[in-house]
C-alpha cells in the first residue's frame, strides 16, 4: 500500500445573479464551479481523510501567519499567489475522495464533474486572471504533516472516518 496520498483543495467560484459567493453563503450544491488552488502530497494518516482536511484548513487560514508559530512555505505560496482562505463551500480532495468544508467540519460529497473542476488559476479573490497560474505542489514542499511508520499512534489521536478531530467552526 502506497504512503502517500494526493490533497487538492479547490476553491469555489460560483455566484448568484448579484455575484455574491454561493459557496460561502449556502455551502457547496452539485454543479458549484471549483478551481484548483492548492495540491501537495502527504504521508496517508491514521487519523483519516477528515484529519487531514482539518490539516488543509488550517494550512490555508492561518498556515502562512507567524502568530501561530513558523509559516508554513505552502501557506505562504498559497497566499502569494493571491488565493483567499478555505471557506464554507470549498472542496478538499484527498486521492479521488471529496469533501465539502461545511459550516462546522467536512462533509463526504460525490465527485464533482469534471467540467466544474477547472486547473486552476489565481488569485481566487474576484475573477480569474487572463494567465494562469500553477498551484502550490508537493515537488516544492515537505507534506503537511509527517506520519511515522516506525511507532503505533496513541489511541487519543485516531477518529473515526464519520468524525473530524477539533474541527473549525464558522460562525456562531
Known amino acids: 500500500m502506497t504512503r502517500t496520498i494526493q490533497v487538492r483543495a479547490f476553491l469555489n467560484m460560483a455566484k448568484d445573479a448579484l455575484g455574491r459567493p454561493l459557496g460561502m453563503l449556502d455551502g457547496y450544491a452539485t454543479g458549484h464551479a471549483l478551481a484548483l488552488a492548492f495540491e501537495t502530497t502527504v504521508m496517508r494518516s491514521p487519523e483519516g481523510d477528515l ?97 511515522s511508520t516506525d511507532t503505533a499512534p496513541a489511541a487519543t489521536t485516531t477518529a473515526s472516518p464519520q468524525t473530524s478531530p477539533q474541527p473549525h467552526r464558522l460562525g456562531r
Open 51 to 147: 484529519a487531514i482536511c482539518e490539516q488543509v484548513f488550517c494550512t490555508l487560514n492561518v498556515g502562512d501567519d507567524p502568530e501561530f508559530g513558523t509559516p508554513d512555505a505552502r501557506a505562504v505560496a498559497y497566499r502569494a499567489q493571491g488565493h483567499r482562505s478555505l471557506s464554507v463551500g470549498d472542496v478538499v480532495a484527498i486521492d479521488q475522495r471529496f469533501y465539502a468544508c461545511a459550516r462546522f467540519g467536512f462533509k463526504p460529497i460525490d465527485p464533482p464533474a469534471a467540467g466544474d473542476l477547472s486547473a486552476g488559476t489565481g488569485p481566487h479573490r474576484g475573477p480569474a486572471p487572463a494567465t494562469p497560474t500553477r498551484p502550490a505542489t508537493a515537488a516544492t514542499f515537505p507534506p503537511l504533516r509527517q506520519v
